[in-house]
């Protein structure tokens, strides 16, 4: 059976992720992996449709019972990627997309080489760290001292999650989130290619060895008329 591949979208926080996952899914068609999270919701959000919205107690239990296929502990709050939805979509050989922080993208990678999943990963970057203490310090609804100290702490994190990739770090594509329309496209062609790739083109490659008797029969007769000097003008 076909497998689909598994996109992990990771980077800093504050870089645009939520925005360009939105925009991705607009465009191409993907299952859209649902995370897990002990955050309550923001107004607006949907259980089940933004994020599985659980206890602490539930998530752990979920944890214990081997369920996901990542989890982390984010500002507080854990996080994680139900496993059985995910490896579902991909036996159906639908594409799956995940929108997760950096700590579960390296657990991912692991896991995808133990499961023998086709994982893509692509790490989204600001166009510098200024940038992104810029739109931090502007995204920031409530001010005071611990909320500064809050994005003074991802900026750090941020930094070292790009020196990460700058030796190395597993990703496959770095993509600039820079203007937005210009990255939403950047991911666009990535999801294309990936699909292009050989492994996922064997039906392509058996259909390119088919002939069709029919137009071949007509062709075996314009070889004959063309041997016999036709179309020459004899
Ligand atoms: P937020 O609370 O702002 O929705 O998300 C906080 C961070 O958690 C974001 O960087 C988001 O990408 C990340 N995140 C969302 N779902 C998951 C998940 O299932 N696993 C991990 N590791 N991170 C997640």
Known sequence: MAEGTLFVMTGASGVGKGTLRKRLLEREKLFYSISMTTRPPRPGERHGVDYWFVSRERFLELVEAKKFLEHASYVNNLYGTPLDPVLRHLKRGEDVLLEIEVQGAKQVREKAEELGLDAVFIFIVPPSLTELRRRLLFRESQRGPDKLKEVAARIKRAEE????????????????????????????????????????????LERALERDPELEAELDEIERWLMQGGGTGN
């Open 161 to 204: 999650e790009i020196k990460e990739a700058l030796s190395g770090g597993g990703f496959d594509y770095v993509v600039i989130n820079d203007v937005l329309e210009e990255a939403t496209q950047e991911l666009v062609t990535i999801v294309r290619a990936a699909r292009l790739k050989r492994e996922r083109r064997r039906d392509a």
